[in-house]
């Protein structure tokens, strides 16, 4: 078991190699250059536009770029372009607002989606099996931002219900759970909006080809009740192909937070990528970026844990 993660770690490590390579190599090819953006050229000699680019290491060969970022990156010695700050502390002070939407978020797909799917599953082409299958089309017709928008309107600017901005009253300090959980409303149902539909298809196709396994038709035949039949047997082992669609969900959910978080105007991870890519601050970018990848990877190995905790018959080697 234990060579088994080591290997699962060892595996991980090119793919975020890969990744960083491939960011370092998007924010390279971006058109824009962060000096003119540090300063108005208009007003820089030419020696002076070479010398600022110096300081912050844009007149280094990319390759030496690279290694440096990286290795600032390990050392928690990277700064931003702009305000000089450690971009590892500025991925910790923004860490609690992602995670506390994107959890949320999660929670809510997860106790909707669920049961939305074994109640479809149960009763293929009823009503709920139709609403499911109708909501799968109107999220692919819906984006995100426009829900955001009209949840906006609806209960922040016309009915006063929910804030529409900011992660805490104005005035408050630190995340005390009560007062945020108002300004998380909104974001969490934008956030689980794109989840559920997914989450509830993917349950309830599980669950059709569980009931129809033997073991299933067996329990019936013991004369077990139907709801016992259900959670017992049915709704565990439909749950081995759902735990890794959560897996496969990890990355959507945390784009879903980027673009909450900048609507919404919450001070967390996604909102610095956007402002940093728009200010064409690369370290930043490449920190906040490494840092999801790092997020993927670990949802990943915790999803292969579940597969075992899920179904005792699963063992890994």
């Keep these: ?3 088994y993660w080591i290997g699962r770690i060892l595996q991980a490590i090119p793919l975020w190699i890969g990744a960083s390579i491939l960011v370092f190599v998007v924010l390279q090819l971006a058109p824009g250059d962060p000096a003119t953006i540090l300063a108005d050229p208009s007003f820089l000699t030419d020696q002076q536009l070479v010398d600022l680019r110096e300081s912050i290491g844009l007149n280094d060969p990319l390759p030496v770029q690279y290694v440096k970022m990286m290795s600032g990156i390990f050392t928690g010695e990277l700064r931003s372009f702009r305000t000089q700050e450690s971009t590892m502390s500025m991925i910790l002070d923004a860490m609690p607002t992602t995670f506390s939407v994107a959890f949320v978020g999660m929670v809510v797909a997860v106790l909707v989606g669920l049961p939305l799917g074994v109640a479809a599953g149960r009763r293929p082409g009823s009503f709920i099996d139709r609403v499911l299958s109708a909501g799968i089309v109107t999220v692919i017709s819906l984006p995100a931002f426009v829900l955001a928008i009209l949840l906006i309107r609806l209960f922040a600017v016309e009915l006063s219900l929910l804030p529409a901005s900011g992660i805490r009253p104005n005035g408050a300090t630190g995340y005390n759970p009560i007062e945020m959980m108002p300004h998380l409303v909104l974001p969490a149902v934008v956030t689980s909006f794109p989840l559920i539909p997914i989450l509830a298809r993917y349950t309830r196709d599980a669950v059709q ?24 047997h049915v709704v565990r082992n439909a749950l ?3 735990v890794s669609v959560v897996g496969i969900l990890t990355p959507l959910l945390l784009g879903g937070t980027v673009i909450v978080e900048w609507i919404f105007e919450l001070p967390g991870i996604g909102r610095i990528t956007v402002q940093a890519a728009l200010q064409r601050d690369y370290p930043v970018v490449m920190s906040t970026v490494l840092f999801s990848a790092v997020l993927v990877i670990a949802a990943n190995l915790i999803v292969d844990f579940l597969y075992g905790v899920v179904d005792p018959r699963i063992r890994l080697r």
Aim: aromatic residues 6%.
């Design 1 to 3: 078991m234990t060579s």
């Design 209 to 232: 080809d569980t009931l129809a396994e033997d073991f299933v038709r067996t329990a019936y035949a013991k004369g077990l009740a139907e709801r016992a039949v259900l959670m017992r």
């Design 240 to 242: 081995v192909p759902v």
